[in-house]
């Protein structure tokens, strides 16, 4: 895993040199660890490979939630903008959420904004120390 693609507001890197389906559920899984129990929305913008990396999301939220024993519900809504992804986890009192996006960087990029409760933005820095202190590989 390219460390570059964790950056002060989000992930992004080139889909799917940086940014592909297996680092996408690596991460997930660490979101997983770091989320509390309830439902966790996970979206995706119309970039190439944003549905695919989507998928992964949850793949790695469910599996890692399992292993943990955690009441972790994730909420598939599937293609979304940035602003209705963060409505829909401060509306649903989600536990935090995965929106796969890469926001206005070139079409080559993809990424992943990560919010806990009431739509708190988790920085891409703060999730790379998650994963280095937990060992999980990046």
Do not use: W
């Amino acid at each position: 895993m390219n460390p570059s693609i964790f950056k002060a507001y989000d992930i992004r890197g080139i889909y799917p040199d940086d940014v592909n389906e297996e680092v996408v559920e690596k991460i997930a899984e660490a979101c997983a660890m770091m989320f509390n129990s309830g439902i966790v929305i996970v979206a995706h913008d119309v970039r190439h490979g944003s549905i695919s990396l989507a998928q992964k999301a949850k793949k790695g939220l469910e599996k890692k939630a399992q292993e943990l024993g955690k009441n972790i519900k994730v909420e598939f809504v599937g293609q979304s903008s940035t602003p209705m992804f963060y409505f829909l986890v401060n509306r649903l009192e989600a536990s935090g959420g995965i929106m796969i996006t890469a926001s206005h960087n070139p079409k080559n990029y993809n990424g992943m904004k990560i919010s806990k409760e009431k739509a708190v933005l988790i920085s891409g820095l703060e999730i790379k120390e998650f994963m280095e202190k937990n060992h999980i590989n990046i």
